[in-house]
Every structure is written in C-alpha cells, then in structure tokens.
C-alpha cells in the first residue's frame, strides 16, 4: 500500500478514531440474496454506490480469458432503457461520475452523485444489472473488444517495461491456474470471444445473490431499503455460479529466471515469491517484512542500494493476498552503467538477513507505524469506506472486520517477521525477472487461439 505523510498527518489528527475504527452501518439483505449495506454520512449532500460482483479473471477458464474484464466495459455501453453513454450524462450533469475495477476476484462498480440523485442511480444500476444483454450485440463485442486490446498495448505492450507483471504472473503460476493469466486477458481468447459465450459468462456470475451493494453518504436508512427493494426486490435468484476449482500448485523448488528487453534506459529487477492468501494468519508479517525491506526512505533496500551505495534509482517492495494465494514482489530499479546481477546479488543478501533475524523492535515499529497511519486515513473518504466494508464481507467473511484488521497488525512480532521471510521468501522458491535496455519483445501467445466465429446478425436495441 501506498504511504503518504498526508495519511499521517490524517491519523494523528483523529486520536480516539485510532484507537478504535468503527463504521456504523446497517445491513439487510434482499430475498433473492442480495446483500445491501448503509453507512450514514451527512458531512456533505453526496451519495456513493459500489457494486461487488463475486467474479474476476480467476473465474474464468483457459482459451476464455478477459471476460471479467470485457464487463467492467460493456456495463457502461448501455442496457434496457439506458441508451449508450446516457448514464454518464446523467450522473454527470448530477455533479457525479461512475468508474470500475477489475481484479482476479473481483469486479467492483462506483457511481457518485448528488444525495437527491439516490433514486435515479438505483434505477440505472438495476437496468444495467439485469437489461445488460438486451442491448448485447456483436457491435457492441467488437467495439469493447478493441477498446480494451488497445487499453492492453497502453498497460502492457507499449509501457516501458510494462510486460513485467504478465511473465511474472505466468512464471509464478502454473498453467491452467486463474491467476497464471492477467486480468485483462490473452489477445488470441479476446480475439475469438462470441457474443454466446460472453453472454453466458454474464448471465452466470452478474446475479443478486453473488453481488454486494453498499449506499454511503448523505442517505437515510429506511429511505435506501425502499428504493433498493423497490429496484433491485424483483430481480430473481439464480443458482451460485459454479466456479473453476484449482489445486495448490506444487512448490517452486527452483528459482525460475527470466531475462529480456525493453526500449528503456536502464535495467529493472523483480524478484516474487508465491505467498498465503489474504484475510491469513501470516498476510500481516508479510506486509511488515515488505515494509521494512522496501518501504520508504527508511527500508533496508531504499538505504543500502539508493542512499548508501547509490547503484539503484528506486525500490519497492510489497505482498498483495488474494482469495487463493498472495505475491511477494520486490522491484528495483538500476542506475546507468550498473550491472542488475549486483542488484540480485544485495536483494537477496537482505532478504536473507530478515529471514536469519528477527528485525528490530524499533524498524517493525515504524513500519507497523505506517501500515496505521495509511490505514486510517484510507477510511476518511467516504467512498473508500464503502470500498472497504463491501471488501471485508466478501472477502474476509466479516463486516466488522475494521478493528480486527488493524489489531492484527498492531500484534505482529519480531520473530513472525523474521519466520515467514525465512517461510516463504527463499531464493529457490522464486521467480527473478530481468529486463534490460534493448528492443521490444513481441508477445508470444500463451494460449492456442480458439477459431474466430462469424459473426451474428446485429440486434436490435429496445426503444
């Protein structure tokens, strides 16, 4: 997680908030499974919406892939009664926006706009939310098909060295794996996506019952429970999507290395280890190794290869835990001239000193210090918030997770730190990318292109 001074300063602005986070909020749920949480904020005449959908690119399957994301586009295309680009229109000239993420878990939809505006966002979202396909065409497809291949060549193909996250990915998970294939998924599966097997992704995963829905703002309770049964009480409960099932990959026993070229400067390294999923015992001490390593000016790589030795431009290091596993990844970046095996060579003498002892009382301290502060002043705005109590009950099974989150942290020991370094952070057990200056690689298809089908006659939208 990003750390700012700012987030600092928020947290120790709000001293009783930080010894106790606490979010009011209600929570009632639909008859057809629809899971709706309140949270009650009138510091100004704005109401936030988010959209958890249960779906992202690990449910999908091999040669079938950047469905999840495909939606986080075509959801914004137009449905029943909401003419392409009308929603936009209308939240906007509401004083609002909408926007979506993707993940491997996860697609998650936010619209804002002004308090009295309520009504008419529920409206929209419930016509998207079930209207979707009634406007779903093969120019439709083909269009947000190209928008996102084009969003791919600005992410990954065309940013200096933006191919890094998607060989690492493929690298550190086996095939077949949801998480060997990136979110925005392979060329050749968006290239032969039809509108059928798009459709039925749709159908299977956007229903009631595999979505959570939280209004946050300036709102009342009782208010938000009438007009979301109103709009969203006739949608009709599906079957839980059957998902892929995967086994636990067998260990990395070998380090897997990996080198190539980009049209930059200066080489990059990345190292990253396979680690436990998030809402886990051991995702807290990893955190706190990666904020130690790699972390701010004070980490021990920032000093050692930037501060002291001044061979590297920039260093990061992180753990991200998600449904079925986590990535420990450290990145750093060389200066003109320097060899990026010494880069190699240094990262993996700290990360075996953490892994030998225990780091002292006073560094875990400060990164513990910082995970807080960042922490706390993440639940200021009012929409991040919403974000998070929407993560915490998918994801952590518990929506009262916030105190329980931040107690978990504060209990990390030195000794855990230095136990699931030594655990999980072995040189065997990692992936090591090296990219140098050079030219840029063409992507080599991971997966064997599916025949393209002909397309199928247009239909007609509904007036």
Request: net charge neutral; glycine share 6%; charged share 25%.
């Amino acid at each position: 997680m990003t750390r700012l001074i700012v987030f600092l300063i928020l947290a120790l602005a709000t001293p009783a908030f930080a010894e106790e986070p606490k979010i009011n909020y209600e929570k009632f749920e639909l008859a057809n499974g629809l899971k709706v949480y309140v949270i009650e904020d009138h510091k100004a005449p704005t109401v936030y919406e988010v959209l958890w959908f249960q779906v992202g690119s690990k449910d999908e399957v091999a040669n079938r892939t950047g469905f999840a994301h495909l939606f986080e586009h075509l959801m914004f295309k137009g449905s029943t009664h909401l003419p392409d680009g009308l929603m936009d229109r209308l939240l906007e000239g509401a004083g609002g926006w909408s926007n979506a993420f993707t993940s491997s878990d996860m697609t998650v939809y936010q619209n804002v706009a002004g308090s009295n505006f309520l009504e008419q966002m529920l409206w929209m979202e419930a016509d998207r939310f079930v209207g979707l396909l009634d406007t779903f065409d093969q120019a439709k497809l083909d269009n947000q098909r190209d928008v996102v291949l084009n969003e791919r060549r600005q992410s990954y193909e065309n940013r200096p060295y933006g191919m890094s996250g998607l060989l690492i990915q493929e690298a550190l998970w086996p095939k077949g794996h949801g998480y060997h294939w990136s979110t925005i998924g392979y060329v050749p599966d968006l290239q032969a996506a039809a509108v059928p097997d798009v459709a039925a992704f749709f159908k299977k995963y956007y229903v009631p019952n595999n979505a959570t829905l939280v209004i946050a703002g300036d709102v009342k309770v009782d208010n938000v429970k009438k007009l979301v049964e109103k709009y969203f009480g006739w949608i009709p409960r599906a079957p839980a999507p059957a998902r892929p099932h995967y086994k636990t990959p067998a260990p990395i026993t070998k380090e897997i290395v990996i080198n190539t070229t980009d049209d930059v400067q200066v080489p990059r390294v990345y190292l990253a280890w396979r680690g436990p999923a998030g809402f886990t015992a051991e995702e807290p001490a990893l955190d706190a190794a990666a904020a130690i390593l790699g972390e701010g000016k004070s980490s021990r790589l920032y000093k050692r290869l930037v501060y002291d030795e001044k061979i590297a431009q920039d260093v990061s290091a992180g753990f991200h835990g998600k449904t079925l596993a986590g990535t420990f990844q450290i990145v750093v970046t060389a200066k003109p001239g320097v060899d990026p095996q010494r880069l190699i060579k240094e990262i993996t003498e700290e990360v075996a000193k953490i892994s030998a002892t225990a780091p002292d009382a006073k560094e875990l301290e400060r990164a513990q210090n910082s995970q807080e502060a960042s922490f706390l002043a993440g639940l200021e705005p009012t929409l991040q918030r919403a974000i998070l109590l929407a993560s915490y009950d998918v994801l952590a099974k518990d929506p009262d997770y916030f105190s329980k989150d931040l107690s978990r942290r504060r209990a990390v020991t030195t000794d855990q730190v230095r136990a699931v370094a030594a655990k999980y952070l072995a040189p065997s057990a990692r992936v090591t990318l090296t990219i140098r200056p050079g030219k840029k690689p063409a992507e080599k298809p991971a997966t064997k292109p599916a025949t393209k089908p002909a397309p199928t006659p247009a239909k007609q939208e509904k007036k």
